[in-house]
Structure formats: structure tokens, C-alpha cells
């Protein structure tokens, strides 16, 4: 590529780049804001209006503790419930869909070749076709209110990651698993001493999308959550939204910043395994 | 020992010991149950609702085909249905071809490009309700952003279109009309709500475009050097190797776009619930509402099929279609 087409493709990308981090960095700006400073917008383009626009006058830094200690926002309430749901569905779904994958992949019996089949079937199922009697099975269980429709689940397996690890126990030769039985280990022996060590990568990439998938829920939590005290973060933050009349933009913005950084910084910590988990997710599957 | 080996007979089927018959059943046990009490149990019991009135405080009361008929007469039914088509016949093809676009210009080899495309996939770990409610204070049609913008290039373009009116002997009326564009009020606006939301999808490509950067990398350098010996410039790369290549990834994103876009939720519930009026209630957000804010659990449940049919018989299209345009190497 000549200098010219690569200077090119750097004021397009910037110019990209700047309509993806924007909102960000307005919904930061906005949350240092006062309120009226964050509703008036200057009339005309000029270095002053700009400065109007951009800089917070004063810094706002209390929409944060107000937001914290909003008694309509109990934000580390919210945070710990989400957090709980958030281990125990990583943690089920690393679980069970490992040890299901394995028995797909590795054990040979009846009967598993249509139970992949349901697998298969199941990933294109649609959450609303059993939304409402699933909702009557958690009545019955006497869960609606709680969090266990939100985590029990996942410790039956997720069928998205049970085929993502099936594939990946195929890849790993038959001849480890059939020496180590010739050995006397046992199946579980294999799946817990080689196959997981083995597969640690995938494995990681399965408990960081689980976790992000029970963190960013919506409709779950707004189905089965029915008192405040056990919302999750997500719904929270639209109950705060709703019940707006009162809750200025700036302490939204506030509100939603709390709950993107942890996610952002999460990513960064393992920005690795979030990339080949979406490459691979998406050529293998 | 060889009983835990698994060895072919002299048929050539398969030995199947029962010690790895009762591991591999045990291991999957999870699975088994979860399926009959979250899957299959459920899918039997929607369908029956569906033929039946359930308001969940009483029992179902056997009603026939009552439900899908009058499915064909709720016209706010219609509604959502066409709006959801609107929205999926619009943000799928053009967040596609965007995310494509996207790729190929992370892949190419320039500096910073990490950053980029940290930037471009950043977006995709906000949750949903937080990016709703910060495209709505963008799209805020007094204090927002956007119509910061807009109002300007708006003014400059009527100031300019009212000078030719003017030149082609319009009268006042247009005149003034023109001077007084001013931009939409977005999300207060029945004609423009659905654009906005539209809009916020293309925010959410990231993902997309990781998969179409693996994609792309997956091309083996040779197709492009003999391309580029047989005479094709960089368009002929692009149609003859590219999108041939990446044929494969499309199809899986194009698949995954469809089952999205037919049930989406989120952001339409944040950002509108739906208004004004009825101009952004999707499908799955009427079904949202049938179901839990009118107790029509019945009518849900008839939705809920025809929306599965739905995105079956679109994905059996695109099945279909695919032989005719994706290339497997």
C-alpha cells in the first residue's frame, strides 16, 4: 500500500473510529455535567460554545456518590446480585457443558448422535416459544422472585458451548483418551485431568461468554426478578431510566458508566481470549 | 481390560461396552434432564396454550384455532409484524455489508490497527438497556448530540436549497419552509423513531466484524497474487476473491442476523417501549406485553409459533439460497 491510500484508510478509520468511541465519551462527559449544563446546548459553533459543549463547568464529580447513594439505585446491591448470577451461570456452563461435550465427543453410546442432533435443534430455538410456560414450570417451583431461573439453567449445560467443545474434544486424538482407559483411569479421570487441562483456552472462552451473556440479561431479569432487592444491574438501570420523570440524564449516564467499566475492564484483562473466542466461535460454527 | 476399549465386530458395527453406555448416558445426564424440564416439556406445553385461553390465573380452557384467527385480524399484530420486517429487511443486509466494509479496511496492514479495532468491538460489551438509554440521550431531540449537529447542516442545506427554489420562482411559502428545516425529533417522532433504532444497530457490528476479520485472514495470499497476475484491479479482488472466500462467514453471520433481528427486544423496549404510538413495536416486544402486561398468555403462545415458523422458514431460505452463492473451498 503507497502512502497515500494508507493515509486514507487512517482518516477513515479515525473518522470510524470516532462514531463508535463517541458515545462513550459523551456519556462521560455527560455524567461530570450539572443538569442544566447537560440540557442547554449552545446556539452556534464557535471555540467558545464549543468549550460551552465539552468541559464540564463545574465538574460534576458528586453525580457519582449520588448515584451510589441513590435510594432508588442501590448500585452495590445491584452489583452483587449480578455478580452472583454471573459466577454461578460461568460456572455451570464450564461445567456441564465440558462434561456433556465430552460424553458427545468421546464416549461412545447409543443414543448421543440424536442427542446432538437436539443440541443442533435447540441452538435455534427461540427464547419466546418457551418463554411463557417456562415462566408457569418457575412458578410452580416456587422461583419466580429469586434468581434461580436465572443460573439453575446453565448448570444443565448451554447447547451453544456444548458444541463448541464438543468440536474442540474432537480435535484432540482418540489414542490420549484410549491409553489413559488402558491405564484404568476412568472417563471422569480424563475429562478432569486431560481433557480440561487441555482444552483451557476453549474452556475460558465458554465462562467469559456465559458471564457476559447472565451480565448484560435483560429479558430474563425483567420476566422472573419481581422485587427490587434482587434486580441485576441491566434491570436496574432501565427501572431507574422509567422511572425518569425524576432521574436526570447526567446521574443515568453516571449509573451506566458503572456498569460498562467493570465489563470494559474485564475485557482488557483478557482481550485474548475474547478475540479467538469470537473467531473460532464464528468459523467453527 | 479390552471391554473398555472400544473395538469394531465383525459386522462392522460398533461395540458398545456397557460401562461406556452408563459413563457416557451419566455425563450427559445434566443435559437429558435439562432438556425434558427446559426444553421439550416447554415447547408441548406452548403449543398446546396456543390453542387455548390462559390468562396463568385460571387454567387453560381449550379454544381450537381461536388464537392464530384472531391473529389475523389484530391489526396491531400486523403492525408489529411489519415493523419487524422493516427493521430485519433493512439492518441485516446493511449491518452486513457495513461489518464487511469494516473488516476489510481493519485488515489492511497499517499502524494502530489494534486500536481500531478495539474501538470498533468495544461497543458490543455494553449492555444492551445502557446502550439504549445513551442513544437516547443522543438522540435527544432538544439536548441531544445528534440534533447538535444536525441543525447547522441542516440550515446550511435549506439556506442553499432555498437559493435555487428561489432561482427556479418558488413562492414564499416554499421558501420559508425551506429556511425552517430543522431536524426530526427522532424518538418523539412516529416517521423517524424506527430510523433511530436502526441506526443504533450499526453501533453493535463489532462481533460481526471479528468474525469477518478471521475470515479474511483465513485467505490464503496466493488467490490474490494470481488474481492480480490475471489483470483484476482492486474492485475484481474484491468480487472474484473476497466475498467468494468469505462467502462461508457471511452465510453464518447472514443466519445468526435473521434469528437476531427477529427477536429483538432490548433496545426497542429501552428506548421507546414501542412508541410513539406503535411506530417501533416489534414482534417480540407485543408478545413481550401480550404475554405479561395483558395475561394473554394464549395469544403469546400462538405469536411465539408463528414467530418459530418465522425464522425457520428464513433460515430454510437462506439454506436454500446458499447453494447458489456460498462457496465451500
Redesign the interface.
Known amino acids: ?1 503507497n502512502t497515500k491510500n ?1 493515509l486514507f ?2 482518516a ?2 479515525v473518522i ?2 470516532l ?6 465519551l ?2 462521560l462527559d ?1 455524567s461530570l455535567k450539572t443538569d442544566p449544563q ?4 449552545p446556539k ?2 464557535s471555540i467558545h460554545d464549543f468549550k460551552a ?1 465539552v468541559v464540564p463547568t463545574p465538574w460534576q464529580w458528586q453525580n457519582y456518590p449520588q448515584v451510589i447513594h441513590d435510594p432508588h439505585f442501590d448500585f452495590s446491591l445491584y452489583a452483587r446480585n449480578t455478580l452472583i448470577i454471573a459466577v454461578l451461570v460461568a460456572l455451570g456452563a464450564m461445567l ?1 457443558s465440558s ?2 461435550a ?3 465427543a468421546k ?6 448422535n440424536i ?1 446432538f442432533v ?2 443442533l435443534a ?1 441452538m ?14 418457575f ?1 410452580e417451583f416456587g422461583w419466580i422472585g429469586t434468581n434461580l431461573p436465572l443460573w439453575v ?1 446453565a ?3 448451554i447447547p451453544f458451548y ?1 458444541f463448541l467443545l464438543r468440536q474442540f474434544y474432537l480435535t484432540i486424538p482418540t489414542e490420549l483418551s ?1 491409553a489413559a ?2 491405564d484404568g483411569c ?3 479421570g480424563i ?1 478432569w485431568r486431560i481433557m480440561l487441562p487441555l482444552t483451557r483456552p476453549a474452556l475460558a472462552v465458554v465462562g467469559l461468554f456465559s458471564f ?1 451473556a447472565a ?2 440479561n ?2 430474563g431479569p ?2 422472573y426478578l419481581t422485587h427490587q432487592n434482587t434486580f441485576t ?3 436496574a ?2 427501572n431507574y ?1 422509567s422511572r425518569s420523570g425524576g432521574t436526570s ?1 447526567t446521574l ?2 453516571a449509573a ?1 458508566v458503572l ?2 467499566a467493570p ?2 475492564v474485564l ?1 482488557f484483562l483478557a ?1 485474548k481470549t ?2 479467538r473466542g ?6 467453527k ?1 | 481390560m479390552s471391554k473398555a476399549v472400544n473395538i469394531a465386530d465383525g459386522q462392522g458395527r460398533l461395540y458398545i461396552s456397557w460401562k461406556d453406555q452408563l459413563t457416557g448416558m451419566a455425563f450427559a445426564a445434566p443435559y437429558l434432564v435439562g432438556i425434558c424440564i427446559f426444553l421439550l416439556f416447554p415447547l408441548a406445553m406452548s403449543l398446546y396454550y396456543s390453542f387455548c385461553d390462559y390468562s396463568m390465573l385460571q387454567p387453560p380452557l381449550w379454544i381450537g384455532l381461536d388464537n392464530y384467527r384472531h391473529l389475523l385480524t389484530d391489526d396491531t399484530f400486523h403492525i408489529a409484524l411489519i415493523n419487524t420486517l422493516i427493521y430485519a429487511a433493512i439492518s441485516v443486509p446493511c449491518t452486513l455489508a457495513w461489518s464487511i466494509f469494516l473488516a476489510i479496511l481493519l485488515n489492511r496492514q497499517i499502524r494502530s490497527q489494534g486500536i481500531y479495532r478495539t474501538i470498533i468491538f468495544l461497543p458490543t460489551l455494553v449492555p444492551l438497556v445502557a446502550t439504549g438509554i445513551i442513544w437516547n440521550w443522543l438522540f435527544n431531540s432538544d439536548s441531544g448530540l445528534i440534533n447538535y449537529f444536525l441543525r447547522p447542516v441542516l440550515g446550511l442545506v435549506g439556506g442553499i436549497a432555498a437559493h435555487v427554489a428561489a432561482w427556479l420562482g418558488a413562492g414564499p411559502a416554499t421558501l420559508q419552509a425551506l429556511h425552517d428545516i430543522s431536524p426530526p425529533a427522532w424518538l418523539g417522532d412516529p416517521n423517524w423513531a424506527m430510523t433511530a433504532i436502526i441506526f443504533v444497530s450499526f453501533w453493535g457490528v463489532g462481533q460481526t466484524v471479528v468474525i469477518f476479520l478471521a475470515g479474511l485472514q483465513d485467505i490464503p495470499a496466493e488467490l490474490y497474487e494470481a488474481a492480480q497476475i490475471d489483470g483484476a484491479g482492486s474492485w475484481g479482488r474484491l468480487r472474484h476473491v473476497t466475498l467468494p472466500m468469505l462467502s462461508p462467514v457471511i452465510f453464518f453471520n447472514l443466519i445468526m442476523g435473521i434469528i437476531g433481528s427477529w427477536q429483538f427486544f432490548d433496545i426497542p423496549y429501552v428506548m421507546t417501549a414501542g412508541g410513539p404510538g406503535r411506530a417501533t413495536l416489534v414482534y417480540s416486544l407485543y408478545l413481550f406485553n401480550a404475554a405479561f402486561n395483558e395475561l394473554r398468555m394464549g395469544a403469546a403462545s400462538a405469536m411465539a409459533w408463528i414467530l418459530f415458523l418465522i425464522i425457520l422458514a428464513l433460515t430454510a431460505l437462506a439454506f436454500w439460497s446458499a447453494k447458489k452463492w456460498v462457496h465451500y473451498s
Open positions: 500500500m494508507r484508510t487512517h477513515l478509520l470510524i473510529a462514531f463508535y468511541l463517541g458515545p462513550f459523551w456519556m455527560t447537560a440540557i442547554q446546548m452556534e459553533f459543549l456441564s462434561l456433556v465430552y460424553s458427545l464416549v461412545k453410546w447409543r443414543g448421543r442427542v437436539i443440541v435447540s435455534m430455538l427461540p427464547f419466546p416459544v418457551v418463554m411463557v410456560p417456562l415462566y408457569r414450570i412458578r439453567p448448570f444443565t449445560g456444548i484410549e482407559l488402558i476412568s472417563h471422569f475429562w457476559m451480565w448484560n435483560f429479558l425483567l420476566v444491574l441491566a434491570l438501570l432501565q431510566q440524564y443515568l449516564m451506566s456498569i460498562i465489563i470494559i475485557f482481550q475474547f478475540v469470537i473467531a473460532t466461535t464464528g468459523i460454527g
